[in-house]
Structures are given as structure tokens and as C-alpha cells.
């Protein structure tokens, strides 16, 4: 997992998911954020790393689109950063919430794979203090 911090933008897998969200048509783009979100929160067995990286960045998109709060990461998907919206419904964000309570839950190689690097406070902080607080209306 190419990883370099604890940013829900901040890794290979996330930054290339971006860049597929960037360059979808506009009205494809809340789709492919379900869908990510969907790929975790459905998940009974091992949730793969990379599928969660997904989410977490899904996640991230849906709660600045709620909160009004700007993306700044340069590898969130471009339009974002140009000030580009996504269609965010209250369906949405409880997919977002079920997602990244999958993510760091049992059998997820995501929180496994911080925990071995000895960084998972920080990690899940990230999810606990900003994303998991998504505005409801």
C-alpha cells in the first residue's frame, strides 16, 4: 500500500480512485461514490484494503459536500478542488456512516495495516474527529 499520511486522500489507492471520480461525467460521479461506499458497508468477510481506502475517501467527498467545509488535498479529485459539487443525499451520508464503521471494524486489512505500523491513533482519528461527524441536513 503506497501510503505517506493518515489523510483519507493520502494514499495510491484513494488518489487513483480520485482520479476516476475527476474524470466521470458529472452525473455519473454520485454513483461511483455509492458505489464505493456500498463496496465497504456491504462487506461481511475481510474487507481489503484498498476497498476501504475507497470509502474513506467517498466518505471524505460526502462530508464536505454536507458540511460546506472545502477539500484541500491535492489528490482529492480535481474538480472538488475547483470547486465542483457532488449530489449528496441523506441516504448518502448513513452509507457513509455504515462504511467507515465497517472500515474500522473486524477483519479490515485497513485498520490491520495500521496497527502494524503503530500509527492507527492518528489514523482513525481522522475518521472519528471529521468524517464520521457528517451533518445530517
Request: net charge negative; charged share 25%.
Amino acid at each position: 500500500m503506497g501510503t505517506w499520511d493518515v489523510g483519507p486522500f493520502d494514499n495510491d489507492s484513494a488518489a487513483d480512485w480520485c482520479g476516476d471520480l475527476h474524470n466521470a461525467a458529472p452525473k455519473r460521479r454520485p454513483a461511483l461514490v455509492r458505489k464505493a461506499l456500498k463496496g465497504a458497508a456491504g462487506r461481511a468477510k475481510y474487507l481489503d484494503s484498498d476497498e476501504a481506502v475507497e470509502a474513506i475517501a467517498a466518505a471524505a467527498i460526502v462530508a464536505s459536500q454536507r458540511s460546506g467545509v472545502p477539500i484541500t488535498s491535492p489528490y482529492a479529485p480535481d474538480f472538488l478542488l475547483e470547486g465542483g459539487s457532488v449530489e449528496v443525499d441523506d441516504e448518502l451520508v448513513a452509507l457513509a456512516v455504515r462504511a467507515l464503521d465497517r472500515v474500522m471494524g473486524e477483519d479490515s486489512e485497513w485498520l490491520e495495516l495500521w496497527e502494524e505500523s503503530g500509527s492507527s491513533p492518528e489514523a482513525v482519528a481522522v475518521i472519528e474527529g471529521n468524517l464520521l461527524k457528517v451533518p445530517k441536513s
